[in-house]
């Protein structure tokens, strides 16, 4: 059996193709060529072109036959075309902004998407309201088009080794920095999915496994559980071995939690991956809580270029972090105290901590 890869030196990529070759793929990687990987096998074949020249796709694409094809980078829509009936499989992949409202929160009302949102959940079919989400749903429908039975995957922010704009790194270099805190909105608790490249792969290679299941299927990818912000910054600062204080403001005031929040609104972006689940038993290889402090390690060792973190739009201004934090401690100390006729309670139906009391001292079987 012949396989093609087109991309694989992404975050993905060496773990798909190593997946490949262990179910009995010879395997070809289509790739610029400007990015070699040590982790892929010497016995992969590499074919170098520019995936976006629909001339040097046709080049490639159309001399030649494979079992499958695994299209995870380049000018997708084109790709799906050239390669109908020249592959017995197609898979791809695309992105989660296809969904509406991941990329424009006030899409709905009120703002935010559903939670979870399913990947059966409305699209968007208004360019107005996102050109690059309208884009990815086009392309969505030119991939089934011509490749019926093809399997699609929406990916979300990826984590881990080879991401180049990581969200991670806004945490680790402050980490590295010794700052003693850091600001986050709303008690850092928006829910944003992400993916572990690991655990990305693992699901593609698993709907592979499945063709009766998976063939003509389009899939939220995300890991199984969904980390807030503020349970991102405490790991991370823990396998580190840093201590620091989360400093809690209103959205509207922690503004260099913007970046960390990748959005104009603190609204969450929560994938429903159950059809992952149910189609091909998909569960996380490795546990998100384990997977981020891998991945803030490997951006220890392998800190970002200058140019890379401008794509973060953080200036890691600590003097005016540290002016803000100062002014919201003097503006929470100035406030008065509030005379409470009856202090508002957490309703008698709550029995946790600083709950109702037990109503008996001792429990009998």
Same mark, same amino acid.
Request: glycine fraction near 8%; aromatic fraction near 8%.
């Given at each position: ?20 070759? &262990? ?51 380049? @000018? ?12 017995? @499989? ?121 063709? &009766? ?16 912000? @503020? ?26 939690? @913007? ?61 005016? &972090? ?44």
């Amino acid at each position: 059996m012949r396989a093609l890869m087109i991309g694989g030196t992404g975050p993905t990529g060496p773990h798909i193709v190593r997946g490949l070759l &262990e179910r009995g793929f010879e395997v070809e990687m289509l790739h610029s060529g400007r990015n070699e990987l040590d982790e892929i096998p010497d016995e992969v074949v590499h074919i170098h072109a520019d995936v976006y020249d629909p001339t040097q796709l046709e080049t490639v694409l159309t001399s030649r036959t494979w079992d499958l094809c695994m299209a995870s980078y380049g @000018r997708l829509r084109t790709i799906a075309k050239l390669m109908s009936g020249n592959v017995g @499989r197609f898979l791809s992949i695309g992105g989660l902004p296809a969904l509406r409202g991941y990329m424009n929160p006030w899409a709905f009302e009120p703002n935010g998407m559903p939670v979870p949102t399913r990947a059966d959940g409305p699209l968007v079919q208004d360019e107005t309201l996102d050109t690059k989400g309208f884009r990815i749903v086009r392309t969505e429908e030119a991939v089934l088009q011509h490749q019926p039975e093809a399997t699609h995957f929406r990916y979300p922010f990826v984590y881990g080794p080879r991401q180049p704009v990581p969200r991670e790194w806004l945490i680790v270099r402050r980490v590295l920095d010794a700052r003693p805190h850091i600001v986050l909105p709303d008690g850092g608790l928006t829910l944003h999915h992400f993916g572990y490249g690991e655990n990305l792969a693992h699901a593609i290679l698993m709907a592979i496994d499945r063709p &009766e299941k998976t063939l003509g299927q389009i899939y939220n990818a995300a890991d199984q559980e969904v980390l807030t912000l @503020r349970a991102a910054c405490e790991l991370i600062a823990a396998g580190l071995d840093h201590e620091w204080e989360i400093i809690n403001m209103p959205w509207e005031l922690a503004v260099p939690a @913007r970046p960390l929040i990748t959005q104009p609104l603190p609204t969450h972006r929560v994938m429903d991956v159950s059809k992952m689940e149910h189609d091909f038993g998909y569960r996380d290889k490795v546990p998100p809580r384990e997977a981020i402090v891998q991945a803030a390690r490997w951006l220890v060792e392998n800190p970002l270029t200058k140019e890379q973190e401008a794509m973060l739009q953080d200036p890691f201004d600590y003097a005016a &972090e540290d002016e803000l934090i100062d002014n919201w401690r003097r503006a929470v100390a100035s406030m008065p105290a509030v005379n409470w006729t009856e202090e508002p309670g957490y309703g008698l139906a709550y029995s946790g901590p600083g709950g109702r009391p037990r109503t008996q001292s001792t429990y009998e079987e």
